[in-house]
């Protein structure tokens, strides 16, 4: 089946543009993640959705990012007035619950990572 | 805040040669993801171990959660130039929903 999409692959702004990024998660999945990947370093969480509501955002930089999810698929992310340090790889990520076996009973996701949106501020 | 130290940051090797990557936290995670990156590409999930002591093998590659849920490794046996890559791992608190990232191990194997 098809994967989580992103759009653009790549994006170059001037800084003070404001830019937006697309993620199509994986049909069916409830739960979607966008993490921000700097040169050499680790993937860092931006906000998650449930649905169409945010239940943490607390990764969100500033108040110059935000993010929205409609109709429980597609979420846009939103930088107002770019820096140069927002140039980054944005990577979307959906996922899936999953029952583990053994006692207590619980459940795990598994995110699964789009190619990502490679952002350049110029 | 949870960290996840791995280790090594890179890694460069021979074909046919083993090697392990080590995840490492003070943190219980309820469940922990191996990814494999390539450039240009998201993260690929390798596999996702949920049980303390469990181990988990695909092909060439083991993965071993340890007995408390802080720490994992990755052992890939007889590497090849196609494992060459960057591996993440990533862990789940309970009840939570968002990934805590280690820093990568850059791999690479020579020829």
């Known amino acids: 089946g098809a994967g989580v999409s992103q759009s653009p692959s790549n994006k170059v702004t001037e800084k003070g543009k404001d830019v937006e990024l697309r993620c199509d998660p994986i049909?069916?999945?409830?739960?979607l993640y966008w993490y921000r990947q700097s040169l050499g370093q680790g993937l860092e969480f931006l906000i998650y959705?449930?649905?169409?509501?945010?239940?943490?955002k607390s990764g969100l930089p500033s108040d110059r990012f935000s993010a929205e999810r409609t109709g429980g698929s597609v979420s846009t992310l939103t930088i107002q007035r770019t820096q140069q340090e927002d140039s980054a790889v944005y990577l979307c990520?959906?996922?899936?619950?999953?029952?583990?076996?053994?006692?207590?009973?619980?459940?795990?996701?598994?995110?699964?990572f789009g190619p990502g949106t490679r952002l350049t501020v110029t | 805040t949870q960290l996840l130290e791995q280790s090594p940051q890179f890694l460069s090797i021979q074909e046919g040669e083993n090697l392990t990557v080590y995840c490492n936290s003070s943190?219980?995670?309820?469940?922990l993801q191996w990814y494999r990156q390539e450039p240009g590409e998201g993260p690929v999930l390798l596999v996702t171990?949920?049980?303390?002591?469990e181990v988990k093998k695909l092909k060439r590659l083991t993965f071993q959660f340890g007995d408390a849920r802080k720490d994992s490794s990755l052992h890939i046996t007889a590497a090849q130039t196609g494992d060459t890559g960057l591996y993440l791992c990533?862990?789940?608190?309970?009840?939570?929903?968002?990934?805590?990232f280690g820093q990568g191990t850059r791999l690479t194997i020579n020829p």
């Open positions: 943190s219980v995670f309820s469940s």
């Open positions: 990533a862990g789940l608190s309970q009840g939570a929903q968002k990934l805590v």
């Open positions: 959705f449930q649905g169409n509501s945010a239940p943490d």
């Open positions: 171990v949920v049980t303390g002591g």
């Open positions: 049909s069916g999945h409830t739960a």
């Open positions: 990520a959906s996922s899936v619950g999953r029952l583990a076996g053994g006692r207590p009973l619980h459940i795990y996701y598994e995110q699964y």
